[in-house]
């Protein structure tokens, strides 16, 4: 009976770890763009970004400056592709905070372009 | 006797009883019996809402039934006279009169003083004052007095009355969704009725709501006591006085500062009392608070309120009050630390008297159809203080005088404040008008300083709620841009900067197009012929970027055919001045507008800014007025249509 279980939890391991690796390569790149983004982490950011990009992600960031930004229920999937672009879409929200006052930026209103360069993906701009 | 008789009798008395249960739950008549009332016919009414904890003593306590409550004021039992000005008082426990005697109170000074109107109408105030701060309760009461057909509304509120998260706090409040969810409805609150339980079946009933019963009971058989003794309150002869040296807490209600938000606070109730009040003017008076000179006085005025917040609640009142045209008087400083009691919002009967003159010569005023406040006083040009400028003549002259030439200057503070019109400019301005862009429109590029209401708003608001004294001549560039004042800008808003303005992520989605800015969206849909931009404040935790994002301000700006007027901040808050010396700079280099506004403002108390180093003072637009114009947004507005005045008066000229 003992070892029943532990098959069963193993089994049962096996499953759940692979129901949650199978985001997209693009998307996850796209969350940990964001995650760098609300965070500040303009090194991080740097190699998240294309080169072309790099100075438009950081004055992005820059625009956090004055709020304190944070990532709420935030999810990115890959919606297709056009020519070497990946298009990724995202759900939940940026939630920033300004004197106690808090706004919301929508991440669906945004499609994120990710391109894989020397096997890693960067995003490389939004539309 | 006989047990079958006894068993029956007991049966039918079950049965009566069960139906009268089912009876009174489903009729509910407690309004209706709130409204059987001896007060006033065997027993004189009240002059003030039952309140307390001691009625043995007092002969009145705290019930919930607000009908009865009304019942039993000397006010219901009146049918109102051809010859009266009926004046209703609402407000908190100050009002009421914790500690005073009813003659005491404000309502009995307002009486004693014998006031009448232009048509010879005598004014009679009643007291609707009661216990506990809340927005809600005051209009949950008012609502119910309108029957009482007033022709005055005063309403005296204070800070504490305010956060949204204490509007259902009050006991009278929680004792009456029934009252309370039609208001949220009726008036679109934001107000969590959703947490007010409302009677279940069981207590509807008779045993259910037998602590009701009682409290009418009571409140009837106490009516006698009242009436032979005039008491409804103890008056101890020692009490704890209201607290002088206070805690070293910044906080409010939980928050810190530097500022409150109007989110933060229930103006849609404080909104929704004039509209249930409807036709009948009503009063708005921020009434009186202790103001300490204790230990931590530097950091709170009083027990309830940190300076930062009360500073804030004040500006934001003010300027509401302004907007919405309501008569409205700022009392907040007009009695002395010594006149209050046991509370920072209690008066001596000596601090009512001077309320109470206050708020007779405003009841006065408008009982007559007059404006609730004194008539603006004549300007006193040379009481006015000058702001520091290099050239303060020049730059407050009430004559447009722009010079034809920039001079140059090595220190960025030596700039005046109002700019000159380049030739530069001028090309700009030709070019953007071959483009299209509005000569009439000016757009608002910044951060919460120029995206703020205080910002121009007013000057775009009819009645006009500004005075411009001897500056009369800007009203025709007032009129000439009509429109661009109280508009929202896309790019004008709290927590930007210049990073922000230039990232499409911050572009409101509704409005604009996929991967335009905010800065872009703006000029697209309003077409400005100038901007005005004032970055700065918001970048200060980085301000080696600050330059680089300025250029590329200025620079879509010029490209767009728009003419960027650049205005330096008040606050240091990066401590090198650099950021003000780089705006300086660009403007310089760029052959643009310049409005030195730091200038404007140096010779103000603390150099015009708040506590926090950051926000500005805060006044009404009454640029006649030398006692507002102490104050850095009053500055702020006349500065910047100065600077509008001669820019667009410079831009007409040929290049």
Known sequence: MKTKILYLAFVLSLVLVACTS????????????????????????????CADWESQALMEMDSFGAVAPELKDAACQESGTEGDLTLVTCTGQIVTTYNDEKSELDLSDWTYEVIQQNGVWLVCGYR | MDVRFLRNVLIKAAVLFLLLN????????????????????????????????????TY??????????????????????????????????????????????????????????????????????????????????????????????????TLQAFPKDIQLASPLVQNNPHRVRPLKEQYDLDLPVETLSEPNFWQRTLIGQRRSLADWLRLQLYAPMWSATGIDQLYPADYEPAQRDLDPDETF?????????????????????????????????????????????????????????????????????GLNAWSYLDLWNLVPESQFTNSAIHLTPQGVSMM??????????????????????????????????????????????????????????????????????????QR???????????????????????????????????????????????????????????????????????????????VCLSGET???????????????????TNDTKNPARFEGDLRKIIEITIEAGIVPVLSTKADNLEGDNSINET?????????????????????????????????????????DDPETMEKAWPWRNLTALQTLDIVWRGLQETP
């Open chain 2, 583 to 623: 705006i300086v700079k660009l403007a310089v280099e760029y052959d643009i507008p310049l409005w030195n506004f730091w200038a404007a403002i140096q010779d103000l108390p603390d150099a015009g800014l708040r506590a926090d180093k950051m926000h500005l003072t805060w006044a009404q637009n009454y640029f």
């Open chain 2, 356 to 429: 109470a003159e206050a708020v007779g010569d405003a009841l006065n005023r408008m009982s007559c159809g007059q404006s609730a406040q004194p008539p603006a006083p004549t300007p006193t040009p040379t009481a006015t203080p000058l702001p520091a400028t290099a050239t303060p003549v020049a730059v407050l002259s009430p004559t447009p005088t722009p010079t034809p030439t920039r001079p140059v200057y090595t220190d960025w503070r030596d700039y005046p404040v109002l700019p000159t019109v380049s030739d530069t400019a001028r090309e700009i301005y």
């Open chain 2, 60 to 157: 009145t306590f705290s019930l919930y039934n607000l009908e009865a409550m009304l019942q039993s004021l000397a006010l219901d039992g009146l049918p109102k006279p051809a010859n009266e000005f009926r004046v209703l008082v609402l407000g908190d426990s100050s009002i009421w009169g914790t500690l005073l005697q009813p003659v005491e109170t404000l309502v009995g000074q307002l009486n004693a003083a014998n006031l009448t109107t232009c048509d010879g109408r005598a004014i009679r105030a009643y007291n609707l004052g009661y216990p506990t701060l809340s927005l809600t309760k005051d209009i949950m009461i008012l609502e119910e007095a309108m029957r009482y057909q007033p022709d005055l509304i005063i309403w005296s509120v």
């Open chain 2, 432 to 510: 953007g008008l071959a483009l299209g862009n509005n000569p009439a429109a000016f757009s608002k590029v910044g951060d919460c300083e120029t995206g703020s209401d205080w910002f121009l708003r007013t000057f775009d608001v009819q009645p006009p709620l500004y005075r411009l004294g001897e500056y009369e001549y800007l009203q025709e560039m007032i009129l000439y841009f009509d429109g661009s004042f109280a508009r929202r800008s896309i790019v004008a808003k709290n927590g930007f900067n210049a990073a922000t303005a230039l990232s499409p992520i911050w572009a409101d989605p509704e």
């Open chain 2, 518 to 536: 905010p800065l872009a969206c703006e000029y697209r849909i309003h077409k400005p012929s100038i901007a005005l931009i004032a970055f700065g």
């Open chain 2, 253 to 321: 209600n939980n928050w810190s500062g530097p500022d409150l938000g109007f989110e933060q606070l229930s103006f849609d109730v404080l909104s929704a009392g004039f509209e249930i009040a409807g036709e009948t003017p009503v009063l708005l008076v921020n009434e009186p608070i202790l103001i300490s000179a204790g230990q931590n006085s530097d950091l709170r005025y009083n027990f309830y309120y940190p300076r930062w917040a009360y500073d804030s609640y004040r500006a934001m009142l003010g300027e509401t009050a």
């Open chain 1, 22 to 49: 199978n985001a997209s390569p693009a998307a996850t790149a796209v969350e940990q763009y964001l995650t760098a983004l609300v965070g500040k982490q303009s090194d991080t950011l740097s190699t998240l970004v």
């Open chain 2, 22 to 57: 089912i009876a009174f739950t489903a009729c509910y008549p407690l309004d209706g019996l709130g409204r059987v009332s001896i007060y006033n016919s065997l027993a004189r009414g009240r002059e003030r809402l039952p309140f307390g904890e001691n009625p043995q003593e």
